[in-house]
């Protein structure tokens, strides 16, 4: 869960910011805006692998380490196979960004799959924590998406000051959903917050 929930406003940013993001880091020179628009929505196709690929890390870690060594193979086997037949059913019609999306499709399959094996290897409780607890990092990433969306067309940005105003806030507003929601993360979050406080009022005091 610690991932999907540091993973999640990452994977929006990178969806709503891929073009201002490459045009802000390498537009000058030869690398000019035909090759930004390309670069940007090969990152935008590949973003959608991000949450997958964690997925399926976090989940191949687990399962080795419970013994069952053999199914992230099994898995991994499949979605290898799976993402050549999309590449080849997409490249008529995608052509590069084909690449993108398959592997993003087979990534995400991927994971899911291990963390659906996974999760019947778990006890009731924690499987349960792990379900709400997905459910509230998505919908706090929903709200992060759709609060963007509205600050965007109230206040349109540049890549300047405003754009980065529009990310901070999207990001505050991504904590404040997950307080509302409680997730248990913010609690931790919140506990080391006033523990580092402490520890640094105690030294400035001593």
């Given at each position: 869960?610690?991932?999907?929930?540091?993973?999640?406003?990452?994977?929006?940013?990178?969806?709503?910011?891929?073009?201002?993001?490459?045009?802000?880091?390498?537009?000058?020179?030869?690398?000019?805006?035909?090759?930004?628009?390309?670069?940007?929505?090969?990152?935008?196709g590949?973003t959608?692998?991000?949450?997958?690929l964690a997925?399926?890390?976090?989940?191949?870690?687990?399962?080795?380490?419970?013994?069952?060594?053999?199914?992230?193979?099994?898995?991994?086997?499949g979605?290898?196979?799976?993402?050549v037949?999309?590449?080849?059913?997409?490249?008529p019609g995608?052509?590069?960004?084909?690449?993108?999306?398959?592997?993003?499709?087979?990534?995400?399959?991927?994971?899911?799959?291990?963390?659906?094996?996974?999760?019947?290897?778990?006890?009731?409780?924690?499987?349960h924590?792990?379900?709400?607890?997905?459910?509230?990092?998505?919908v706090?990433?929903?709200?992060?998406?759709?609060?963007w969306?509205?600050?965007?067309?109230?206040?349109?940005?540049?890549?300047?000051?405003?754009s980065?105003l529009?990310?901070?806030?999207?990001?505050?507003?991504?904590?404040?959903?997950?307080?509302?929601?409680?997730?248990?993360?913010?609690?931790?979050?919140?506990?080391?917050?006033?523990?580092?406080r402490?520890r640094?009022?105690?030294?400035?005091?001593?």
């Amino acid at each position: 869960t610690w991932t999907g929930f540091l993973l999640m406003p990452a994977v929006i940013l990178m969806l709503v910011w891929s073009q201002p993001m490459v045009q802000l880091l390498f537009h000058r020179g030869a690398f000019d805006f035909d090759a930004v628009e390309l670069t940007s929505s090969i990152l935008f196709g590949y973003t959608f692998a991000i949450i997958g690929l964690a997925m399926k890390d976090i989940s191949t870690i687990t399962l080795i380490a419970l013994g069952h060594q053999w199914l992230p193979v099994l898995v991994g086997f499949g979605s290898l196979l799976l993402g050549v037949v999309l590449k080849l059913v997409l490249i008529p019609g995608l052509g590069h960004l084909s690449i993108a999306y398959s592997t993003a499709i087979a990534s995400t399959v991927n994971g899911l799959v291990l963390l659906l094996v996974l999760s019947r290897l778990l006890p009731r409780k924690s499987r349960h924590l792990l379900r709400v607890s997905g459910w509230k990092v998505l919908v706090a990433g929903l709200v992060m998406l759709a609060f963007w969306f509205v600050l965007r067309n109230l206040r349109p940005a540049d890549k300047g000051l405003m754009s980065w105003l529009h990310v901070l806030a999207a990001m505050g507003v991504y904590v404040l959903a997950c307080a509302v929601l409680k997730l248990p993360q913010m609690g931790v979050l919140w506990t080391n917050l006033v523990f580092i406080r402490h520890r640094i009022w105690s030294g400035r005091r001593g």
